[in-house]
């Protein structure tokens, strides 16, 4: 009956965080999320990134590695040392494409590690895959 009146629509979306510093690569990223059905959070660094991990649960991190405060390695590293962030799928998002980021990144269980700059719509099926892959994995 809640459905009806658009009650529980929200409840039921995949979340998905952004975690970069950059305001326009957040921005376009929360944009082309939102039109594509996922409800979007953010945060500017690898802190308040782990903060709003959470407290929101996602089911995707978007993780940028170089950011002020915390860099996404060191984020990545202390959510899987987290109970609540062992299962969460994380991609890595960044300009950074040495081989000791990469692998550093796959060591700590990542599902992919993109380079920037991106192909949004690329970026839009990777995520459909993940997401694809942690459902089946659930049931």
């Known amino acids: 009956m809640f459905d009806f009146f658009g009650f529980g629509k929200k409840s039921c979306k995949t979340k998905i965080l952004v ?26 660094n690898g802190q308040e990134g782990l903060e709003v991990a ?19 390695h060191e984020a990545l590293e202390n959510l899987r040392q987290e109970s609540w962030g062992k299962d969460i799928s994380v991609i890595m998002l960044t300009a950074r494409s040495q081989a000791q980021d990469i692998s550093r990144a796959k060591a700590c269980d990542i599902e992919d590690y993109i380079i920037k700059p991106f192909d949004l719509s690329e970026l839009l099926e990777k ?10 994995l659930a049931k």
């Open 54 to 72: 959470k407290q929101v649960s996602p089911d995707l991190i978007l993780l940028d590695v170089i950011m002020p405060v915390m860099d996404g």
């Open 19 to 44: 975690v970069d510093d950059e305001p326009n690569i957040v921005q376009t990223l929360k944009d082309r999320l939102e039109m594509n059905e996922y409800t979007v959070f953010t945060a500017c």
């Open 127 to 136: 995520i459909e895959t993940v997401l694809e892959n942690r459902k089946a």
